[in-house]
């Protein structure tokens, strides 16, 4: 950083020597005084960096407020006052652009990159319900089956038994829920679920620019009880078929992590539209409002996830039937 100041400063220079030059100021002593003048400037500069870094360079970053700066720029000269105190509209009066955006802009761009990493490779929505209609709203978050009568919690998204399940932030284990069946032995609920806390903030720069895809179909955004300003999440993977053997309760992850494999545990036993049922939540377990209808109540404190996990466009061949039970053949 240092080296990039002294050469923008030596750069200066040059440029204010051969105004020097055209003005014919030769007197040595006026000179260093100008050129005192430059090394000072450069101090405070140097000095106001970080600030200058937050308050100013930071903000400026989106194009356009770029491009409104640079349409304030006069073409005067530059005073002094305004040389020690570069401003954005500094981009390109001259011609050439200030050396510290392009570097602020790294800092910039590394700072708000997100951790975010699917759950699955292609996450693509369940195309299918289990008897092989399309209903492609089934598999999304909200007011979405039975015509709006019945609520779906989460995001089915499609995965043959046995797919690599990932860690979408960093992550502390906080729970790993194993099938309940029922008395004739038939899985119920969520089956086997793996839940992973994370950081709020981690959630909300993870928040990509999806548009509801059925918002007439019941599809909504977040439950009446969800708070995304909250201090953690939860991310819970449902109807797996494992989690990771080695990976415990209390143990930390990365996002991108292997986590567990896709199943089809508790009621989603033999579907035909295999799927990792995919939450977000404000609380580990025991989600559910209290003070709506049993519907309402069961999206609880829950946000729907397709404005995070970025999916991508469905493949029809890969989701059809005896595609799936083909492949299945092979896992069980
Ligand atoms: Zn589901």
Redesign the pocket.
């Known amino acids: 950083m240092d080296d990039l100041f002294e050469e923008e400063k030596q750069q200066q220079k040059t440029l204010i020597e051969a105004g020097l030059d055209e003005w014919g100021i030769t007197q040595l002593y006026q000179r260093d005084i100008v050129m005192k003048k430059v090394d000072e400037a450069h101090e405070h500069v140097k000095k106001n960096w970080q600030l200058e870094k937050a308050q100013r360079i930071k903000p400026s970053l989106w194009w356009q407020q770029v491009a409104q700066a640079q349409a304030q720029t006069t073409s005067t000269e530059q005073s002094d006052a305004n040389a020690n105190t570069p401003k954005l509209s500094n981009l390109s009066t001259d011609g050439k652009a200030w050396f510290i955006h392009p570097v602020a802009m790294i800092d910039y761009f590394n700072i708000e990159t997100t951790l975010w990493h699917e759950p699955l490779k292609n996450p693509q929505r369940t195309l299918y319900n289990s008897v092989e209609i399309e209903k492609k709203v089934n598999?999304a978050f909200g007011f979405v089956r039975n015509g709006g009568a019945k609520s779906?919690?989460?995001?089915?998204i499609f995965a043959d038994i046995n797919t690599p399940c990932y860690a979408c932030l960093d992550a502390k284990v906080v729970g790993y829920i194993t099938e309940v069946k029922d008395r004739d032995g038939k899985g119920i609920g969520y089956g086997n679920v793996l839940i992973l806390k994370v950081k709020g903030e981690d959630l909300r720069n993870s928040r990509n620019d999806t548009v509801l895809e059925f918002p007439k179909n019941g599809e909504i955004e977040q439950a009446e009880d969800f708070n995304i300003n909250a201090e953690h999440f939860y991310l819970r993977y449902?109807?797996l078929k494992d989690k990771r053997a080695d990976l415990k309760v209390g143990d930390k992850v990365k996002a991108g992590d292997l986590i567990g494999y896709t199943g089809d545990t508790g009621n989603?036993e033999d579907v035909v539209n295999p799927?990792l049922?995919f939450e977000i939540a404000m609380n580990p377990r025991y989600n559910r409002s209290t003070v709506y209808d049993p519907q309402t109540n069961k999206l609880g404190y829950k946000i729907n996830p397709a404005l995070f996990v970025n999916l991508q466009a469905i493949d029809k061949e890969k989701q059809k039937q005896k595609e799936v039970l083909n492949r299945r053949k092979n896992e069980k």
């Open positions: 598999g779906h919690a989460g995001l089915d449902c109807h989603a799927h049922h």
